[in-house]
Structures are given as C-alpha cells and as structure tokens.
C-alpha cells in the first residue's frame, strides 16, 4: 500500500558548527501533498534546499523511489525530477516566457546550434495551458503581474517534467484571486499524480489543502501526520512549542482626541483618489486593503517617496508643503516599507549600520561631522537588546544571515532610535513566524503607549482586528469604508473591500 | 480604445525609439549646415569610418549585456596592431598569416581578461583596467614605440568588394549578422541576457555561468583584434597611439544605442549599429562644421553625454508610463457609461 516516492533518513546538517537539522527523518507518500509548517529558522527552507540541490547535507541519506538520492547541485534536482519553487521567483524579466521556460534546455534545429522557436512556442503554449495563462509565449516577463509570473514558474516546473514540487511561500506576494487560482492548479496537479510540498505560514492555507502536515521546530521534525489530527491551534503550539493562548497581545493605552496627521482630498490620477481621514495621538489606525488596492501607494504619498496631484496633508496642525522623505524624518514620520529585503535593509550591512542609518546625522559632532563612536555603539545595543534581535554579533554580522522575523526587528528599529511620533508600518508581519509577529505587536503597541500614532497597513484582516482601534478599508484606491472597533467584523469588511453588497 | 490611451501609446514609441529619431535629426540638422554633409559619398564615408568602433562596440554590446565593462579594447588593438606591424615591416610576411597571428594574439589578450574576471573573480572593471596600462605597456614594448606604416598590400580599407561596397562595411555587416544571429538564435545568447538580468537566478537555473562570463570577454577581444585589421587597413600604420580612447567610443555607441549598463538589456541591431554611426556622425559633422580641431575631443564626448543623459530620462520615463494603474480614471469610466447609456434603446 506504501508507494513512498521520497524518504529522508536521519539528515543531518550544521552551518559553521551550528546544527540546523537533526536527525531528520519524513517519508512522503507519492501523490500527497504535504504541508511543512515551522517558525523561521525551523530548517525546513535548508531541509528544501537539500532537496533542490542548492546545499549538500552532512550526513543520513535520502531515498528518491528508493534509489540513493545525493543532488550535487541544483541542476541535477532537476534533472532527478525534482522542481523548486523559490519564494523570491527566479525568471528573467528580461526574457519571454517561452525563453524562460526553456532556458537551460534549449531545443535546436536538429543538430544545428540554432534555436527552434517554433517548437519552443508550441511547447510553451501546452504548458501555459496546463496552468490556464491566456497569454502568448512571446510576452516578456516583466509585464505580467506576481500571479501570473508564479504560474509561470509553475509551467517550468511541468515542463522540466517534476515529479516533486516544492512551493515555499508562495502566496506572499498574490492577491486573494491570485491565491484561489494558485490552489485551483495545486489541486489539479494532485489529481494528475504530482507530489506536492507546500511551505507556507499561513496555516488556513496548509490546512486547506494539505493531506499530511509536517511540524518542524529548531532542526528537529515534531510531529508528522495527517491532516484531520491537526487544527490551528495545535499546529501553532507545536510550532512553537509552548501554548499560546492569544495572538494578541493586550493594549494598555488608549488613543487621544489629538489629531496628529490629516489628509485632506488627497488624489493622483491613476492612483489613489479623495483620501481623507484623521490619525489620532495614541492611536493604532489599521489599513487593510489586498494587493493592488492603492495602500503602499498611499503610505509613500504620505512618506513623501510619491507625489500627488491634489489634496493637503496636514501634520500636526501644520499643512505640508513639501514633500520628501528628508521633510518626513525631520518631522518624526517614520515608514516600514513593506518590501525588507529591497527596500527596508542593506542586505550585505551589519545590523549595526542599518540600526543607525536613519539616526546617523544625531551621533555626529557639531562642524566636523565626525561620529561619535560610543554614542552609537551604545544606542544599538540599547536598541537591540530592547527589541530582542536575536543576533550573535551586531557590529559584525550581516543583517543577510537574519530570520524574517528579526530582520523586520531591526527595520522597526532603525526607526525607533528616531522616536518617531507617526508611524507608518506596511505588512510588517509578512513572512514572519508566529513568534516573532507577537513580539512585532508588541514592539507597536509599545510605540503607542508612549503617545506616537501608528498607520498599520495590512491584508490580514485578523490580525488588524487584533491589535487595531480603528480600521479603514481600502480599494480601487479609495477609502471605501472605516470600522470603529465595536463594528470590527471579518466579514463585513472583506465585503467593504470588494465593494460587495451595493455600491 | 480612447484619447488618452492612444496619445499615451504614441509617446511611448517615441520614447522606444529614440536612438532612430536622434540619428535622423543629427543628420538632418549637419545637412542643413552645411550642403556637403547631405551626400551620398559622405554617407558612406561615415559608416566606413566608423567600421572599427562599430565592430568594437559589438563586441562590447556582448559584455555590457552581462553587467560587466571592458575598457581594454584599446590596448588590445594596439598589442594585435604592434605585432601585424612588425611582422609585416620587421619579417615581411606575407599578409594573411601575420592578420591570423596578430588576431590570436589579440584574442588570447581577451582570454586574459577572460580568465581573471570568471576564475580568480576580480571586478570587470578593475581587471580590464589593468589589462589596459598593462597592454599598452606590452605595445610599446613590441613597436619600441615605432610608427610603423605597413605595406600596400594591407592597404586595403579603401578597396571595395566587387567594385561596390567597401570592405571596411562588408566586414562590419558581417560581423553585426553573427551578432545578431548569436545573441537573438542560439541559448549561448539567450543565457547572455539571462545571466545579465539575474546572475543568482541563472545559477540555480543551472547555467554554466563561469564559461558564459568568460565568453563575452573573448568575444570582446576577438572584435577588438578584427576591429585593429580594419583600422589599419583604413590608416596604413601603427603609431603608438593607435587605438587610444577608442574604449570610449566603442561602449558610447553601445549605450547610445539602447544598451544598459547594468546588464540585461540591449541589441546589436539595430541599437549598436545606429548609436556607432551616431558617435561617427558627431565627430564627422564637427569636421565639417570646421570646429577648432582642440575642441572638436571636448565637444564629441559632451554631446555623448548629453546623449546618455537623455537616454537615462528616457528610460524612467518608459518605466512611468508603463506602469499599471490602480483606477480607472473617472474620466474613462463616464465615457463608458455614457456610451452605454446612449446604446441602450
């Protein structure tokens, strides 16, 4: 009855003396699909990696149709079947994506070193098919939107011919539409028999469409099974490994009648349009809006990265006249982009110089600008210490080594150290584990205590439901609705959002 | 479709063609000043001239797309050049064999590049940088800093293939087609341009990305040697400032020509050719505009600059307009219910 199609026996694997993975051991069906659930650093992104080919493991063995499986690197998964879906998508933007599909394996004219376009094309056009895109082969990459781009990657990994198909985190950057038609193909690619494992931190998701699950914590595999034994709770506790009784945790301070920021009829064409509403002195104003919903669009207008047309923005009292980043800083606004990795840190810098990149022109002396050294040194640790940055050497190691969640720490961080009384937080808790996000809504709730104003932007309505005061709902790049927190209701306000049930 | 949408999509080909449009009313603009510059002998004069830099820049087109530089295209002209010379004047040879072994010299000063950038991983443009002090050093040394004219027999840039088309042109025409033919037909090009928009990506997709790097380096030294045959064949000697400051010209053409800097992005046909005959037409229409001779090397690198100033406004320009939008516009969305209203009986 067993058809197992992948075994890991007793993995092993260390970075620099740290182990990641111990004693490893899953057998996975062929045909299921498997759900591999665990905090940041759990090891299952270095368990995939294994599997992919992209870093060799340093003892046990793995059995792939029970053969002796050891993928030297990343083609060679390939080539054994075995297909990697990146959470950070690997196309080329500069390429069709018929090339894309092709690019490491070619088909020529016989035996002629010239392409044969034809035959890529055609072959292209079935598997776009397969994953129902309506789009040409020829269309490049860089016009379709995240969706589109991840079923394309889809389509490369049936046409390299996968048996395994690995997704990690896959839904972080779709829309909820985007997300139901991912799930639509993932179903139909379990019925034609493929093995499926499904990375994700949004256990709604796991649960929806795993038959087994997996729980991972600090390198060691928890508990494995199927599906009908696992329900939210539990999978967190697991993960975890503690009960957490509440995802929330509880506010101490309530918001102020003092109106701090304001935005008057603000609009730019094609954008966002007639934006009002008042942030209050103490208060936790959420945003909630999907993906393309105008949300990022107007946390930059009101950051000052992005113009507008019309419209006023007054901060405390006083309108704004000009419209920069600079201006926003030296008015204590501060924006957690919702992109960390492009937009939010220096990858390759130490946690120490991004802790100290908005701050750095306090820590300089008058006249010749040279830094006060211990200054500084000493605010970052202050900071680190107060945020819990789980990092062994902050002037040393690079915020690149971080887990998610930390390295959302130090953004957050960077910003406290410039007492911001407005923040704007855009998808602070995306791909960030269970506990790191409790601690990120601490660090906010914190921040609001003190009497700062927060913007919390997210497409999570329960966790803005969670922590909120107030909740406005974003769409088409409007403001289509606001929820005081007697009225906070998930249902309502998804409806709100795709403004249905009327006008 | 509407108003605006049309209008949107009209500067939007503009914009894409740039290089065409600049190249037409450069040229018009020299003929309006001066009557000799509209003819078809100068023409022809100008694309022959620019042979060299045109050959040159493809070479460096196939470098640039993969996010690198090479500024030693010069010095290797000068080492390929040094040695024709001396076997043609020193050893008289006849002059084929001394063109091939002048041409592998050339090539293998590339492979050097080649080596250092992909295997002992040193920033393009450091190493080609030294390969630059460095083989202009080694062509002094092989001329002893001679003028050296060569014999009538390599004088033949200014022969024509079959009495028509001068070969000079025959030479780049070819040389633009395997261009064309390599990076747009085969997956040594197609991964050239995947490797420069991705090098992390093109790893995991499993290309050799040592040997692709490595190949557009050895590309970029077999045009420059090609480039030092036609060169010479048009000047009839090696001074020992031959191919100075030509790197210069080769990646102007090139980013005139729509090619980014950061890798990724550009084509040999028609960008390359059109920004070579651009950066030639310049330096030409100077000569015939009768600018100081002095100014004539401060003015041609300005408007170049100039140029790549454009071209980068261009280019955010296109990002902006391309841009998916979140609304609909009011505007738009009347005119449709309007248009519907007014269909409905």
């Known amino acids: 009855m067993d058809d197992l199609i992948l075994q890991f026996c007793k993995v092993d694997k260390s970075f620099f003396g740290v182990p990641v993975l111990k004693n490893v051991s899953i057998d996975i069906q062929r045909g299921h699909i498997i759900g591999m659930i665990g905090e940041n650093g759990a090891g299952k992104s270095t368990l995939m990696n294994i599997l992919g080919g992209v870093v060799p493991f340093d003892a046990g063995n793995m059995l792939l149709n029970g053969q002796d499986y050891v993928p030297h690197d990343p083609a060679s998964a390939t080539r054994a079947g075995i297909a990697f879906i990146h959470q950070e998508l690997n196309l080329f933007t500069n390429l069709s994506i018929a090339e894309n599909l092709f690019i490491s394996n070619f088909p020529h004219v016989g035996k002629s070193p010239f392409l044969n376009k034809v035959r890529i094309r055609t072959k292209t056009q079935e598997y776009l098919a397969m994953v129902d895109l309506d789009l040409s082969p020829d269309t490049m990459v860089d016009k379709l939107s995240p969706g589109e781009r991840q079923l394309v990657e889809v389509a490369k990994a049936l046409s390299q011919d996968a048996s395994i198909i690995i997704f990690d985190e896959p839904t972080t950057s779709l829309t909820a539409r985007e997300t139901e038609r991912l799930f639509g193909i993932i179903q139909r690619l379990h019925m034609s028999g493929k093995t499926i494992i499904y990375i994700s931190h949004i256990l709604r998701d796991v649960l929806q469409l795993a038959d087994e699950i997996v729980v991972l914590r600090d390198g060691e595999v928890v508990q494995t099974g199927p599906k009908k034994e696992f329900d939210i709770q539990k999978m967190i506790s697991l993960m975890v490994g503690r009960y957490i009784g509440t995802l929330y945790p509880e506010r101490t301070s309530k918001p102020t009648e003092q109106v701090i920021l304001e935005a008057r009829g603000l609009s730019k064409a094609g954008i966002v349009h007639d934006i009002n509403f008042s942030l209050h002195k103490g208060e936790l104003l959420g945003v909630f809006g999907l993906m393309g919903s105008g949300r990022t669009e107007l946390a930059q207008i009101i950051f000052g990265t992005e113009t507008y047309d019309h419209g006023e923005i007054i901060v405390d009292g006083n309108r704004r006249t000009q419209q920069s980043p600079v201006k926003s800083i030296q008015q204590n606004i501060a924006f957690v982009t919702e992109n960390r990795r492009e937009e939010g840190l220096l990858m390759v810098s130490t946690v120490a110089e991004n802790l100290g990149l908005v701050t750095l022109p306090k820590f300089a002396m008058p006249v010749t600008n040279v ?41 957050l961080g960077k910003w406290l150290m410039n007492n911001p009384s407005i923040l704007v937080v855009d998808e602070p808790t995306r791909g960030v584990d269970v506990g790191a996000k409790y601690e990120i809504y601490s660090i906010i709730n914190d921040i609001v205590a003190k009497g700062a104003a927060v913007l919390f932007i997210s497409s999570e309505i329960e966790e803005l439901i969670g922590v909120c005061d107030r909740i406005l709902v974003m769409g088409f790049g409007e403001i289509l609705g606001c929820f005081e927190q007697a009225d906070f209701h998930r249902e309502k306000i998804l409806q709100t959002a795709f403004r249905e049930g009327g006008k | 479709m509407n108003a605006f949408h049309s209008r949107q999509r009209f500067i939007l080909t503009i914009l894409k063609n740039t290089p065409t449009i600049l190249f037409v009313v450069i040229f018009i603009t020299f003929s309006l000043l001066d009557q000799r510059f509209f003819t078809w002998a100068n023409f022809e004069n100008i694309i022959s001239s620019s042979a060299f830099v045109g050959i040159l820049a493809v070479g460096m087109t196939f470098v640039l797309l993969t996010g690198g530089i090479d500024l030693s295209v010069g010095a290797t002209m000068y080492i390929s050049g040094g040695i024709l010379a001396v076997l043609l004047v020193n050893h008289h040879w006849s002059v084929l064999p001394a063109i091939l072994v002048s041409m592998i010299a050339g090539t293998l000063w590339g492979c050097l590049n080649a080596f250092l950038i992909s295997k002992v991983k040193v920033l393009p443009f450091m190493v080609t940088l030294g390969t630059l002090t460095a083989g202009r050093g080694l062509g002094l040394l092989i001329t002893q800093s001679n003028n050296l004219a060569v014999p009538s027999e390599m004088r033949f840039g200014a022969d024509r293939l079959f009495g028509l088309i001068p070969i000079p042109i025959v030479i780049l025409a070819f040389v633009v087609i395997a261009g064309v033919i390599i990076l747009q037909w085969t997956a040594w090009g197609r991964q050239i341009y995947a490797m420069g928009n991705d090098p992390e990506a093109a790893k995991k997709a499993g290309l050799n990305t040592g040997s692709l790097l490595a190949s557009v380096y050895i590309v970029s030294g077999f045009c420059a040697s090609l480039a030092m045959v036609v060169a010479v064949s048009q000047q009839g000697s090696v001074s020992a400032s031959f191919g100075e400051g030509v790197e210069f010209r ?96």
């Open chain 1, 371 to 411: 830094m006060r050294q211990s200054a500084l040194i000493e605010a970052v640790r202050n900071v680190v210490s107060l945020l819990h940055v789980k990092v062994n050497d902050a002037f040393k190691n690079q915020v690149k080594g971080l887990s998610g969640g930390n390295q959302q720490k130090v953004v």
């Open chain 2, 250 to 345: 080769a990646i102007a053409a090139s980013v005139l020509g729509g090619t980014s800097l950061f890798g990724g992005v550009g084509a040999v046909f028609p960008g390359t050719l059109i920004g070579t005959m651009l950066v030639q037409m310049i330096s030409t229409g100077m000569v015939y505009l009768q600018v100081d001779l002095y100014l004539q090397d401060m003015v041609s690198p300005l408007v170049i600059f100039f140029a790549v100033f454009v071209d980068a406004q261009r280019m955010s320009l296109i990002k902006r307009l391309e841009r998916r939008n979140i609304r609909v516009e009011k505007t738009v969305v009347q005119a449709l219910t309007e248009k519907k209203a007014s269909l409905a009986p």
